[in-house]
C-alpha cells in the first residue's frame, strides 16, 4: 500500500479515531469552514433546531469524517456513518432513513457514488423528512409515505462538482476544503505527537510537514513511520536528520513524491525529453497502467506544477528538471 495514498487499513483506522480533534476549537486550519460552520451551528441550537444540511467537498485525508463527528458532538447528536457505495438499493437508504433518531447526524461519504434511485429518495428526504416507500411490483405497486424525525445530513464529496445540481442545492451549507500550510500540518503533527507520547522538534515536524502533502492524514501516517524509525535507530526522539533518513528509507523525497510519482517523472524527463508525451506511451514506460498514471500519480504533480497536461500530451515544467536535479535539453520547449 502506498505509504502517501489515500485508503487506509483498520489499524490506520484506529489510531486516526485516536488523533481526531474533537471540537471545532481542536481542529487545526480551515479558517473560513470553521468560522462558518460554527456559526450554522451556534444559531441551530439557539433556535433548538437540527442543523442544516451541510455538504464537505475536498481530496481524502482533509477532515471531512472529523468534522462531521465534530458537527455531531457540537449539536449533541448521535451520528451515524455510511458512505454511497454502501448505498446500492433505494431500500438500503429508506432502511437507514427510517431508523434516524430525531436530531441524529447522517454522515454520507462519496455521496456522489449513490445509485440514482437512492439519491433521488435522498431529494425528498432531506427537503420534507419524508420517503416514500415502495412496496410491491409492477402495476400493483404502491408508495407507502413514511414520515422522518429531521435529521442533518452531512455530505461528502471529492469534488462538489460530481453532484447532480438538484441534490447539492439541498445543502443548506456547502464548505469546500483545502490542502493545508505546512505551517498547519506542523501543528498537526505536534499535536498528534503529543498524542501519540512521541518527542519531535520543530524542524523534526518541518522535515515532515514538507513531506506531507498538504494532507493531514498522510502527515499523520508519515509520523508514526518516524516514530518508529527513530524507536529502532535512535534514541525515540524526532529531529530533522530523523524525519529525512527515515522518510528517505520510505521513498517518500522532499515534497512529499514517492516512489510512482518520482518514476513518472523520471520517464517523463528522461526518456521523453520533458514531452510532450501521450498518456499511454508513458504509462508503458513506467510500467504501470494508464489509470494508475492519471489518476494516483498525475493530480499531485500537476498540483506541484511539476507536469502538465497538454492537448498534444505530457510536459515536464522547468521546477521538474530542477527537482530530479536534470538540466533540460536546450530546445526542450520546442
Ligand atoms: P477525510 O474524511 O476527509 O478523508 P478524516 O476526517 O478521516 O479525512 O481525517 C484523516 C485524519 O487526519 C484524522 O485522523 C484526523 O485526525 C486528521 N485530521 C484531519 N483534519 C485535521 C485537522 N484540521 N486538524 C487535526 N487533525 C486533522
Redesign the pocket.
Known amino acids: 500500500e502506498r505509504l502517501v495514498g489515500a485508503a487506509g487499513d483498520r489499524e490506520e483506522q484506529a489510531v486516526?479515531a485516536a488523533?481526531?480533534?474533537k471540537d471545532l476549537g481542536e481542529?487545526?486550519?480551515?479558517e473560513k469552514v470553521r468560522e462558518q460552520l460554527d456559526l450554522v451551528l451556534r444559531a441551530a441550537r439557539a433556535r433548538g433546531a437540527t442543523a442544516d444540511h451541510v455538504l464537505l467537498s475536498?481530496a481524502?485525508?482533509?477532515?471531512?469524517?472529523?468534522?462531521s463527528m465534530i458537527i455531531a458532538a457540537e449539536m449533541e447528536a448521535p451520528i451515524r456513518i455510511t458512505s454511497g457505495p454502501a448505498i446500492q438499493h433505494a431500500g438500503d437508504l429508506a432502511a437507514i432513513l427510517s431508523s434516524l433518531q430525531e436530531g441524529e447526524v447522517l454522515f454520507l461519504?462519496e455521496i456522489h457514488r449513490m445509485s440514482r434511485p437512492a439519491e433521488e429518495m435522498l431529494y425528498m428526504a432531506m427537503e420534507d423528512f419524508r420517503v416514500d416507500v415502495i412496496v410491491g411490483k409492477g402495476p400493483g405497486a404502491t408508495a407507502i409515505p413514511l414520515e422522518l424525525p429531521p435529521f442533518t445530513l452531512v455530505g461528502?464529496t471529492t469534488r462538489a462538482g460530481l453532484l447532480p445540481p438538484p441534490l447539492r442545492d439541498r445543502f443548506g451549507f456547502t464548505a469546500h476544503?483545502e490542502f493545508y500550510e505546512p505551517a498547519e500540518l506542523e501543528r498537526?503533527i505536534h499535536?498528534s505527537a503529543h498524542l501519540l507520547d512521541v518527542e519531535i522538534d520543530t524542524d523534526g515536524a518541518a522535515e515532515i510537514a514538507g513531506r506531507s502533502r498538504g494532507t493531514?492524514?498522510i502527515a499523520?501516517r508519515l509520523l508514526r513511520r518516524v516514530r518508529d524509525y527513530a524507536q529502532v535507530k535512535a534514541d525515540g526522539v524526532i529531529d530533522q536528520a530523523i524525519s529525512g533518513a527515515a522518510l528517505a528509507v520510505y521513498e517518500v523525497d522532499s515534497r512529499g513524491l514517492d516512489r510512482l510519482d518520482r518514476g513518472v517523472l523520471e520517464a517523463l524527463l528522461k526518456l521523453f525529453g520533458g514531452g510532450p508525451v501521450g498518456l499511454s506511451t508513458l504509462a508503458v514506460a513506467v510500467g504501470e497502467e494508464r489509470e494508475t498514471v492519471e489518476e494516483v500519480a498525475e493530480p499531485f504533480l500537476v498540483r506541484e506544477g511539476l507536469l502538465a497536461r497538454t492537448p498534444r500530451g505530457r510536459v515536464a515544467t522547468p521546477a521538474a528538471w530542477a527537482h530530479l536535479g536534470l538540466t533540460p535539453p536546450r530546445s526542450s520547449t520546442g
Open positions: 486516526e488523533l481526531r480533534p481542529f487545526i486550519g480551515q475536498g481524502p485525508g482533509l477532515g471531512k469524517t472529523t468534522l461519504d461528502a476544503m498537526v499535536r493531514p492524514r499523520n
